[in-house]
């Protein structure tokens, strides 16, 4: 298994970009190999779609069958090529394809965080921090490696503890980490 795939064409992009299909390469992470219909159940779609969403994903060579893992010919399991995906920014159309949907989910995020505050009637917890911080260029590099480094760690927490207590309700939380110098420029009225 790779450890790092990287997405840079087209097909990719549009594979990971899809939602379901986050949770199905996570859900996989998790079991490590499952058929369509352990991964429809644990992410709450119909195996038809999950399976869908698998050949998807497939033809851009972000899962593979495991068929040593299989009962007979017909019984399909899948497994991630990858530990991680990490999409390369300097492919065409790269920033736009991943920033649909995580735009689309920040912008639904902030009117619950406004509406409900850290804790929605839902009792999911959502936090938002927009701020503004003075900092040298060395700093800056410093607290985004900081940043970084605990989502690993967080990361890597979570995947354990969600293959250890595999029957534990576990939500899909998203993170969106973004620190930047702010232009002017890049304002809007």
Same mark, same amino acid.
């Given at each position: 298994?790779?450890?790092?795939?990287?997405?840079?064409? *087209?097909?990719?992009?549009?594979?990971?970009?899809?939602?379901?299909?986050?949770?199905?390469?996570?859900?996989?992470?998790?079991?490590?190999?499952?058929?369509?219909?352990?991964?429809?159940?644990?992410?709450?779609?119909?195996?038809?779609?999950?399976?869908?969403?698998?050949?998807?994903?497939?033809?851009?060579?972000?899962?593979?069958?495991? *068929?040593?893992?299989?009962?007979?010919?017909?019984?399909?399991?899948?497994?991630?090529?990858?530990?991680?995906?990490?999409?390369?920014?300097?492919?065409?159309?790269?920033?736009?394809?991943?920033?649909?949907?995580?735009?689309?989910?920040?912008?639904?995020?902030?009117?619950?965080?406004?509406?409900?505050? *850290?804790?929605?009637?839902?009792?999911?917890?959502?936090?938002?921090?927009?701020?503004?911080?003075?900092?040298?260029?060395?700093?800056?590099?410093?607290?985004?490696?900081?940043?970084?480094?605990?989502?690993?760690?967080?990361?890597?927490?979570?995947?354990?503890?969600?293959?250890?207590?595999?029957?534990?309700?576990?939500?899909?939380?998203?993170?969106?980490?973004?620190?930047?110098?702010?232009?002017?420029?890049?304002?809007?009225?």
């Amino acid at each position: 298994m790779e450890e790092t795939f990287l997405v840079q064409s *087209p097909e990719e992009l549009k594979a990971i970009a899809h939602p379901l299909r986050q949770k199905i390469l996570m859900q996989l992470a998790v079991l490590e190999h499952a058929r369509a219909t352990d991964l429809a159940q644990a992410v709450g779609e119909p195996a038809n779609s999950v399976s869908f969403h698998l050949r998807t994903l497939a033809r851009a060579g972000m899962v593979v069958e495991a *068929p040593e893992l299989a009962r007979d010919k017909r019984d399909r399991v899948w497994r991630n090529v990858a530990e991680s995906y990490r999409i390369d920014s300097s492919s065409p159309g790269a920033t736009a394809q991943a920033m649909r949907p995580a735009t689309a989910w920040l912008s639904d995020l902030v009117a619950r965080a406004s509406d409900g505050g *850290p804790a929605d009637a839902d009792g999911r917890r959502r936090t938002l921090v927009l701020n503004n911080v003075l900092l040298t260029a060395d700093e800056a590099e410093q607290f985004g490696n900081e940043l970084v480094e605990l989502q690993e760690r967080w990361t890597d927490r979570a995947l354990a503890a969600a293959r250890e207590h595999r029957g534990e309700n576990r939500e899909y939380y998203q993170l969106l980490l973004a620190l930047g110098p702010r232009d002017a420029e890049t304002t809007t009225d």
